[in-house]
């Protein structure tokens, strides 16, 4: 559903030049907030690093396989 409003709010605002500027300026601040965001979650991402809940399952015990 929020994509379907996404599109015709996106295809109401395009038929004006100022509609344009508006959804540039939208595109522009998504495209940073969505930068930063990937920047975060490279320095969590960890190779071999393990979940930080003792609740969470982490798979079947490979102590016993051949």
Do not use: C
């Amino acid at each position: 559903m929020k994509r379907i409003l996404q599109l015709f709010v996106t295809r109401w605002l395009s038929r004006t030049p100022f509609g344009l500027v508006v959804l540039g300026i939208g595109w522009w601040i998504m495209r940073k907030k969505r930068r930063n965001q990937e920047v975060t979650r490279a320095d969590l991402r960890e190779p071999g690093r393990k979940q930080g809940s003792p609740y969470a399952w982490h798979g079947p015990s490979s102590t016993n396989r051949r």
